[in-house]
């Protein structure tokens, strides 16, 4: 499968514990995004990566997220101290970056379904 | 006001029927617009582009009005497959995709 994959596809932690969630974009993408999705809405950006630059951060929720993608390959999304408001669906996608292309088609893996009892 | 505003429906529509979609979008710097469809408990994928002259695939047809920032999408001849949640997405400088609520519609036999 070349497709967008992300670890865990469930997670179930407890009020306060920290999680870490991984994100395998496809291998040539050199754009990687994190999304939240709630339920009934509709997906909200976070943040976003060019290779390993970390361009976009200002929509994180909260100092108690945040991601990393040392090595301009896999991404790391950690949420610190989790709220039951953490609980939702956590999307990652990745796209290539042409030149003179204002939009590159973003691939969505089948997201980590967080739950903060 | 949301960037990115849908009717959340839901459109409960028979086999073989017309639906149309509707949205509309805040920022008039928006560069770029979507259709993503979304089926239950699924990732997001991507329907179709939607270009200001209107286009068309297959029994799916998109509209831009960017001088009234809408944005449409019209179903024909409904299929039973078509049952999922439709998005409404706009793109600004190439990074972010900004999502609406998204529609949902059941198509009954």
């Known amino acids: 499968d070349t497709g967008v994959s992300q670890n865990p596809r469930h997670k179930i932690t407890k009020r306060g514990q920290n999680v870490t969630f991984r994100c395998d974009p496809i291998?040539?993408?050199?754009?990687l995004y994190w999304y939240r999705q709630t339920l009934g809405q509709g997906p909200e950006f976070l943040t976003y990566f060019q290779n390993e630059a970390q361009l976009e951060k200002s929509r994180l929720l909260s100092d108690r997220f945040s991601a990393e993608r040392p090595k301009g390959s896999f991404s790391t999304l950690e949420i610190q101290r989790t709220e039951q408001g953490d609980s939702a669906m956590y999307l990652c996608?990745?796209?290539?970056?042409?030149?003179?292309?204002?939009?590159?088609?973003?691939?969505f893996g089948p997201g980590t379904r967080l739950t903060v009892l | 006001r949301k960037e990115v505003e849908q009717d959340p429906g839901p459109f409960n529509v028979p086999e073989g029927a017309t639906v149309a979609f509707n949205c509309t979008y805040s920022n008039s710097a928006s560069q770029s617009f979507f259709w993503y469809r979304q089926d239950c408990r699924k990732e997001p994928k991507l329907l179709m582009s939607?270009?200001?002259s209107g286009n068309e695939d297959g029994r799916f047809t998109a509209q831009l009005n960017r001088a009234s920032q809408y944005i449409s999408l019209l179903i024909r001849d409904s299929k039973l497959s078509d049952s999922a949640t439709y998005l409404c997405v706009v793109n600004q400088a190439g990074t972010a995709l900004i999502f609406g609520k998204g529609t949902t519609l059941s198509v009954s036999s």
């Open positions: 939607v270009y200001s």
């Open positions: 291998s040539e993408h050199n754009r």
């Open positions: 996608a990745s796209s290539t970056l042409r030149a003179g292309s204002s939009y590159n088609e973003q691939f």
